[in-house]
Every structure is written in C-alpha cells, then in structure tokens.
C-alpha cells in the first residue's frame, strides 16, 4: 500500500472499505510503465489487479426557481472524466466510485445511477402501422437518449472498460452508520466485476437478471434493516 497523503474524504473513506473486507493490498496512484495516467487504487485480489477511481460531489445550493434538480449529468460528468483515467487499461477491470456530500445527487437510487448509465428514463410504445394507433399494452419504461455505457441513439454500447460503478455510502440503522457499498454492474462491460469482491453485510449489486436489471444481492446487515424497518411501518 502507498503511504501518500490523501486530500479526500472519499479516498480515506474507500480505503477504510477495502480494509473492512479484507483488501488490504492495494495502491495508491500507481506509476505504470509507458502509461500517463495515474487512478486513484489499484488493488490486488486473487492475483488479479483492478483498477479504481474515486470521485466525489461537492454540495451546490439549490438553484433559485428551480422546481427539479436535472439527476444524471453530475453523474454523467464524473464517468467521462474517469474514462481519460481508465482508457489505457482495457486489458483490467476498472470501476468508478462515487460518493457524495450532495444530497441532490442521487447515488444510491437505481433509477437515477442506472439511467446516467444506459439513458434517461422513458416510455416506449408500440404503434400499429395500420390503424396509427398504439398497440394496448405495449407501453413500458425504456431507457433512451444519452445514456453512457449504451447509446440509444446508435444501439451501440461505449464504455466497456468500466466493469461497475460503485455507489460509496453508509447505510443507518438506529444510532449506528455502516459503510458499504452498492455495485452497479455495466451490462456491456469487456471484463466482469467479480462476484466475490464487494459482497459484504452492508453491501448490494445490481445487475441483469433475464431481461431485466435488478439487485441480486444484499448482503445480510442490509436486508436485516430492511426486514426491521417494514415491522416499524
């Protein structure tokens, strides 16, 4: 491990991650031969490296006049900058974590994180050609234009080097905060975040399951508050 200053909270605070599930072997800002970019953490895991960068949203005040808070650029922004970091490393599975001081920027919120991945959230319908009206029970929610990790526009994925973002966060329950995280699998990406890292109590995945995207799995600190949290209601 690097002993480098940090100047982040969100790296101290990965850092205590990776410490509580055990990854302790890991870099920071890693010199790589022939390579001009430097992510945050390289860290070593079953003699496999992977590449992280972490970056994190400064509170902003609220817009005068404005009524709704636009939810995917911030998000958005973040991924391409940590493209430029990851771009030379397509042969390593690289993720993006994100952590916020902003409470208007929604990472632990599926809609939000999963449309700034694949587009914004919408409907599509079908149409009969014929008749020019639309086909009963077509309509369903789609993601459409802008999306990061797929293009709506070309039917093209873009992207692939990321294997996940990663929502950094504490999960409350009572008097006590526990940090873990939330895994957002990039459904096009060229190397698959492992099944075996990031699956701690106080963390959850999302990913395709069939053809749908949903969480398939949470760990059991999380489902524990889930369960006492429905009692409560």
């Not at 002993?3 to 990854?23: H, I, M, P, T, V």
């Not at 030379?88 to 994180?113: G, I, M, N, Q, S």
């Not at 999306?147 to 070309?154: H, L, V, W």
């Amino acid at each position: 491990m690097s002993q480098c200053c940090k100047f982040r909270f969100s790296d101290l605070l990965f850092e205590q991650y990776l410490f509580s599930q055990g990854l302790d072997t890991f870099e920071y800002e890693k010199n790589w031969e022939g390579i001009p970019t430097h992510p945050d953490y390289t860290v070593s895991h079953n003699n496999e490296l992977y590449i992280f960068d972490v970056k994190e949203f400064e509170a902003q005040p609220f817009p005068s006049g404005t009524f709704a808070v636009e939810p995917y650029g911030r998000i958005r922004e973040k991924i391409n900058a940590a493209y430029t970091q990851f771009k030379y490393f397509k042969d390593k599975p690289c993720c993006l974590v994100l952590y916020t001081h902003d409470p208007f920027v929604r990472l632990r919120e599926p809609a939000v994180v999963l449309a700034a991945m694949y587009g914004d959230l919408g409907f599509t319908t079908l149409y009969n050609t014929q008749t020019g009206s639309a086909v009963p029970g077509s309509t369903k929610r789609a993601f459409l234009k802008d999306g990061k990790m797929f293009r709506y526009e070309s039917r093209r994925a873009q992207n692939q080097t990321f294997s996940a973002l990663i929502t950094l966060r504490y999960v409350y329950g009572g008097q006590q905060k526990h940090l873990g995280v939330i895994v957002w699998e990039n459904d096009f990406a060229r190397i698959e975040f492992p099944h075996d890292m990031f699956c701690g109590p106080y963390d959850e995945r999302w990913g395709q399951n069939g053809d749908v995207i949903t969480r398939i799995f949470a760990g059991e600190g999380v489902l524990t508050l889930e369960e006492f949290s429905k009692s409560e209601s």
